[in-house]
């Protein structure tokens, strides 16, 4: 009768015998409710707890939850209400996040009214706001990148502009300083070196200054041009031609050879690729050459 007593209450059998409850608790066995029951009367007799007032009503509680998890029929009721307490409870959790979402909507347009100087605007408004800010600051900082690359090959030309006695040309304006040029080739995929490539090659004779890749005009063939630091380190690339060999590969280095002026007179349009083996360097050369002195003719301009 006690556990038939114990069932109006909101007490959860499978907890009093220190089982699991819920969905696990109703499909443990017979055999495991009574493994734990016995478990627990040896740890909670009363003469194990003579000082503890609560010891025997705690057994009592122990021998009814037992009794009552022993019949089927109320044990499956018992589940059942189990199991309607959970549901109810997750309606609970459900309504009470759809509550707090509705306050924090509430609080987001009564701050958006604050701000918008007592207008009220939409979240979703404020969201592309943000979004369109955040573009516009990404916008800005490439345009800023490209600002002060444009200024790096501008202040280079500026200093080539100015010639001197060893080689290259000052006349119209951009002194092209071949010292400093490489020509490099290679057979068996044009695509095979990239720019990154060619720079980790040859950075251990020197700093790097640009690479220009030739247009590809070959599956097989490929070729470009390597701008060093200074002409000690493109005597440095030119003497370790044993270097270029250890590759699958192989790449063909040789130096630009120092001529006249690059333009006579400054072209108005980037010279075209030539398509004749041998006679692309040159053409590639030039469309460089071409580019400096673009970037030197907006920086007179600016």
Not at 103 to 124: I, K, N, W
Request: one cysteine or more; proline letters at 4%.
């Amino acid at each position: 009768m006690a556990a038939t007593g114990l069932d109006g209450d909101d007490v959860d059998h499978y907890e009093v015998l220190c089982l699991p409850s819920g969905e696990e608790g109703a499909a443990l066995s017979v055999e495991q409710i009574e493994k734990a029951y016995r478990t627990q009367s040896r740890l909670r007799h009363p003469d194990k707890r003579p000082d503890d007032p609560n010891a025997t009503a705690d057994f009592q509680s122990l021998a009814s939850s037992y009794k009552f998890l022993r019949d089927e029929s109320l044990r499956r009721q018992f589940d059942t209400r189990l199991r309607g307490r959970r549901e109810v409870a997750a309606r609970a959790a459900a309504t009470g996040v759809k509550r707090r979402k509705a306050v924090s909507d509430l609080e987001e347009r009564e701050r958006a009214f604050a701000t918008g100087g007592g207008q009220y605007v939409d979240p979703d408004e404020l969201a592309r706001r943000e979004d369109k800010r955040k573009a516009a600051d990404i916008k800005r900082e490439l345009n800023e990148f490209a600002a002060r690359k444009n200024s790096h090959i501008s202040g280079s030309a500026s200093t080539s502009a100015h010639g001197d006695k060893k080689g290259g040309s000052t006349e119209n304006g951009v002194k092209t300083d071949k010292g400093k040029y490489l020509k490099v080739s290679w057979e068996g995929g044009a695509d095979y070196y990239t720019a990154a490539k060619l720079e980790e090659i040859f950075k251990q004779f020197g700093k790097v200054e640009d690479i220009v890749i030739k247009t590809k005009k070959s599956r097989n063939k490929g070729s470009a041009i390597v701008v060093m630091a200074s002409k000690e380190a493109t005597k440095m690339a030119l003497k370790n031609h044993s270097v270029y060999n250890v590759f699958p590969v192989p790449l063909m280095v040789a130096p630009v050879e120092e001529s006249g002026p690059a333009f006579a007179t400054p072209p108005s349009e980037p010279p075209r690729a030539i398509n004749i083996d041998g006679t692309g360097f040159v053409d590639m050369e030039a469309s460089v050459f071409w580019k400096l002195q673009e970037a030197q003719k907006r920086k007179q301009c600016g």
